[in-house]
């Protein structure tokens, strides 16, 4: 029985090979790994966004509809104060003021008391609630006659200026308030 073993010159050639189409792979793989880690990025960022604008939707849906409960004016279009009814721990009706702007890119939840004569907060929280945001503009709608807030239009932007809002209207329950 004869055995033919390799010589040094084809282990080399196999090993250069094994080599070559090892790091073809690792080089692969490792762009497999970027793109997925981008786009679990991506995803969480889609998540916190809607979680945020969830948030925002909620607050304007419980805004009070009086006029009088609102404060634009003095900030302008970059920032809303408005007053909101919600149950305290013992479950009795109380006001909170809420506001929303954008701080250093990240969209801010601005909780506390504010006098809208003053026009200056008492007491407040802040919370971010998002990042890489841009812009975020309101615009009330009013009843001329009966002085009440009908609807409330928002425009929250990202960092490269896209809209990331779809639904951006909300109704106000008036009366209900």
Same mark, same amino acid.
């Given at each position: ?39 679990? +990025?991506?995803?969480?960022? *889609?998540?916190?966004?809607? &979680?945020?604008?969830? %948030?925002? !939707?909620? /607050? ?32 009795? +009706?109380?006001?909170?003021? *809420?506001?929303?702007?954008? &701080?250093?890119?990240? %969209?801010? !939840?601005? /909780? ?66």
């Amino acid at each position: 029985m004869k055995s033919r073993a390799f010589t040094l010159i084809e282990l080399l050639v196999y090993l250069t090979l094994f080599s070559f189409f090892t790091l073809l792979s690792f080089g692969f793989l490792n762009e497999i790994n970027i793109k997925v880690f981008l786009s679990i +990025k991506k995803n969480e960022k *889609i998540v916190r966004t809607n &979680i945020a604008l969830d %948030l925002l !939707r909620r /607050d304007l849906m419980c805004a009070s509809s009086n006029i009088h409960d609102w404060d634009q004016s003095y900030w302008g279009q970059q920032e809303l104060i408005f007053r909101k009814k919600v149950l305290n721990k013992n479950g009795e +009706k109380e006001s909170r003021c *809420i506001s929303w702007k954008i &701080i250093k890119g990240n %969209l801010t !939840r601005i /909780d506390g008391e504010y006098d809208f004569v003053t026009r200056k907060w008492v007491k407040r929280n802040f919370s971010k609630v998002g990042g890489d945001f841009e812009k975020l503009t309101f615009n009330l709608h009013c009843d001329k006659q009966s002085r009440l807030v009908d609807r409330v239009d928002f425009e929250l932007l990202d960092g490269e200026l896209i809209p990331v809002a779809q639904q951006n209207t909300i109704r106000l329950r008036n009366g209900l308030v």
